[in-house]
T-cell receptor, first 113, second 115 residues
Framework: ETGVTQSPTHLIKTRGQQVTLRCSSQ?????VSWYQQALGQGPQFIFQ???????GRGNFPPRFSGLQFPNYSSELNVNALELDDSALYLC????????????FGQGTRLTVV | AQSVAQPEDQVNVAEGNPLTVKCTYS??????LFWYVQYPNRGLQFLLK??????LVKGSYGFEAEFNKSQTSFHLKKPSALVSDSALYFC?????????????FGRGTSLIVHP
């Protein structure tokens, strides 16, 4: 098991609502990335935070936003939920660098109805 | 632009036989390549990576991967498969050109090891 923990593990929301997902990174890691994994697909990069600043963003609309806190934990916020937002949301922490591997949490399964 | 392809949705192998899960990539600069495994309802677990150096990389749980620059491939291998290896395997790439920190993952290959 990695030291990355996510909460909640499962969540059901209604279309149009807002959701906040949380992630605690592994000790010693200053970088957190969020991914969306739809059923049968690979993880899609949403964004990355390094020292509380957004450090890269994938092809996701602005209603996907995030925060990183001084202790390097992080939140993913999604506004105006759509049915297609239903997916497994993965948080990954790492040290800084292109060549370093990421350590993933167990994910939050979000279902939008 | 960077991309990665896993041409097989599913690989079936008998326990004790060697296994190969294929991955090819496309980058502008030099590739940083990774393999991860995902068990049902779990996050991804890191298996191994190629940064530079020896083309054969050894990783966790007896897995290894061979980097082939001319074929732009990074196939995952194991000499003797176990039933417990059955899972979803993802290849990922980062391009050294441009300093991108955004990785690209393949769609995944489901490995099924039969007893």
């Amino acid at each position: 098991e990695t030291g990355v923990t996510q909460s909640p593990t499962h969540l059901i929301k209604t279309r149009g609502q807002q959701v906040t997902l949380r992630c605690s990174s592994q000790s010693g890691h200053n970088t957190v990335s969020w991914y969306q994994q739809a059923l049968g697909q690979g993880p899609q990069f949403i964004f990355q935070y390094y020292r509380e600043e957004e450090n890269g963003r994938g092809n996701f609309p602005p209603r996907f936003s995030g925060l990183q806190f001084p202790n390097y934990s992080s939140e993913l916020n999604v506004n105006a939920l759509e049915l297609d937002d239903s997916a497994l949301y993965l948080c990954a922490s790492s040290q800084t660098g292109q060549h370093v591997e990421a350590f993933f949490g167990q994910g939050t399964r979000l279902t939008v109805v | 632009a960077q991309s990665v392809a896993q041409p097989e949705d599913q690989v079936n192998v008998a326990e004790g036989n060697p296994l190969t899960v294929k991955c090819t990539y496309s980058v502008s600069g030099n590739p940083y390549l990774f393999w991860y495994v995902q068990y049902p309802n779990r996050g991804l677990q890191f298996l191994l990576k190629y940064i530079t150096g020896d083309n054969l990389v050894k990783g966790s749980y007896g897995f290894e991967a061979e980097f082939n620059k001319s074929q732009t491939s990074f196939h995952l291998k194991k000499p003797s498969a176990l039933v417990s290896d059955s899972a979803l395997y993802f290849c990922a790439v980062r391009d050294s050109f441009g300093g991108s920190y955004i990785p690209t993952f393949g769609r995944g290959t489901s490995l099924i090891v039969h007893p």
